[in-house]
């Protein structure tokens, strides 16, 4: 095994080691002896967010959408707040979400996740993470802090919401080919609906649909500094406080007529 393999491995176990929560894989079991390496989790029928919403003829239901956007950030929130070590997780996407029978969500893959030591917020390491769920610190020689979890978060969370890649090349027209910017444009424009189109569901809770697009436009602010924390994230998912106007664009209830 190469090297970065190896420390990749030897992260994930020390990692799960220091973690328990139900929106977390479990580790059942490793072997690591001599040239043999190996991870056991529990079983996860349903697979990966990714497969869930991208490779069904059929969009899954709004309601179990929500719910997994939810589990999901309470998954990141105990990284994040809870663990005994604060943990980054480094590389928060759909395939690295897996569902059981239940289809509740629980986060997978710490390869590339960073500890940070007690008393410590920021780090600086390499680019870790996957193209376009990647925080735009992480190639302007910044400081690294749990904040680029919450990016991806909100890269995620339009996904959930429009049940689509972040990227897509065979978009209708290309202003809709990165997910986050047509996002932006549709919330300003006040049409919201073309994100959810076909969604019968979702276009009849167009107010819950604005929030979340909302919520998902401060996850990835550019400033670092203006991205809401895990633990406000859940309070504006769960309804205990109110979501915002993102910066830049005007404070607005859309109404959509359907």
Not at 25 to 37: A, S, T, V, W
Not at 50 to 66: C, G, K
Not at 226 to 253: T, Y
Request: net charge negative; aromatic share 8%.
């Amino acid at each position: 095994m190469v090297k970065e393999n190896e420390e990749e491995f030897k992260t994930e176990v020390s990692t799960f080691g220091r973690t328990n929560h139900r929106n977390l894989i479990q580790l059942l079991g490793f072997c690591n002896e001599g040239d043999h390496r190996m991870l056991v989790y529990e079983f996860m029928s349903k697979g990966s967010l990714a497969s869930f919403l991208f490779d069904t003829t059929e969009r899954p239901s709004w309601f179990q959408r929500m719910q997994i956007a939810l589990e999901t950030a309470r998954g990141i929130l105990y990284l994040h707040e809870e663990c005994s070590t604060q943990i980054i997780h480094c590389d928060i996407k759909p395939q690295n979400v897996l569902l059981d029978e239940s289809f509740t969500a629980k986060i997978s893959d710490f390869g590339l996740a960073k500890l940070l030591k007690i008393g410590q917020s920021r780090t600086n390491t390499r680019i870790r993470g996957t193209k376009g769920y990647v925080a735009p610190e992480w190639f302007r020689n910044m400081p690294i802090t749990i904040k680029v979890d919450v990016y991806s978060y909100g890269v995620l969370l339009l996904e959930i919401i429009c049940c689509r890649r972040s990227f897509e090349a065979n978009a209708e027209n290309e202003n809709q080919m990165v997910l986050t910017d047509w996002a932006y444009d549709c919330f300003h424009e006040r049409k919201l609906d073309l994100l959810v189109k076909d969604d019968k569901e979702a276009l009849a809770d167009m107010k819950m649909v604005e929030k979340y697009v909302m919520l998902s436009l401060w996850c990835i602010q550019e400033d670092p500094l203006l991205r809401p924390s895990m633990k406000k994230i859940l309070q504006m998912l769960e309804g205990s406080i109110d979501v915002p106007a993102p910066p830049d664009l005007p404070s607005l209830i859309t109404t959509i007529s359907l």
